[in-house]
């Protein structure tokens, strides 16, 4: 239960920060693409025997890279372009996973999450993609905010947008590698969107400010996903899901019918 605790307050961190950048430039779909491409390093890891997390981030990366390439420098649609990455993460995983021989058994950790489960190793895993988010996001603090507000100014005034965008999209491959034990591939993408979305109800004067309160709504959500699915012996991902659905419901319905608190 202590290293849960200590994973959701590291996940909490880049659920604010990065999670603040997907909504506001609305790349949510892409998000998911890449935690589903992630699944081909999680099944190398099975393969080769290491970490599934380790090896996941250069998939993840990858994928990320070869997205926002792709989008620029060609004329394929988009949601095409996700859709294959996508699909060929969970096929090289599930290939990579059928190579091994016996049974993968935490293998459903990694996809609906586990974070009572979680080793001091992915802590440090964890704690070490936190330090280099948090240390990218400060040092290019303005000009992520250009390019996720108005990217084509960005542009004009010399900001190197292609560059930034590929290096935020490799940040949001890194916070998924951060957040997969805690809600796995399959539902990462609730903790990387569902908080900024309940800050968004009552702040919109500061993205700084919609980071921190993210980051804090986010841990005490998660922290309390975790203590009832332990108390229910539920699963915890899904439950740290719904916790945030509900709340998430909850703020809307405040803002809705109490405007004065938002």
Known sequence: MRNAIIAAILASVVCGIIGTYIVVKKIVFISGGISHASFGGVGLGYLIGINPLITAIPFAVLSAV???IINRKTKINEDAIIGVIWSVGMALGLIFISLKQGYAPDLFS?????????THSDLILMSILDVIIITIVYLFYKEFLSISFDEEFSTVVGVPTNAL????????????????????????LALLTMPILISRQFIHDNLRNLMVSSSIISAILVIIGLLVSYTLDLIPGATIVLILSIAFIFAFLIKKYIPNLS
């Open 66 to 68: 070869s997205v926002g």
């Open 110 to 118: 990694y996809l609906f999450g586990s974070i009572l489960t979680v």
């Open 165 to 188: 965008y590929l290096l935020l999209l490799s940040m949001v491959a890194l916070s998924i590698i951060v957040l997969i034990r805690v809600a796995g591939i399959i539902l990462v």
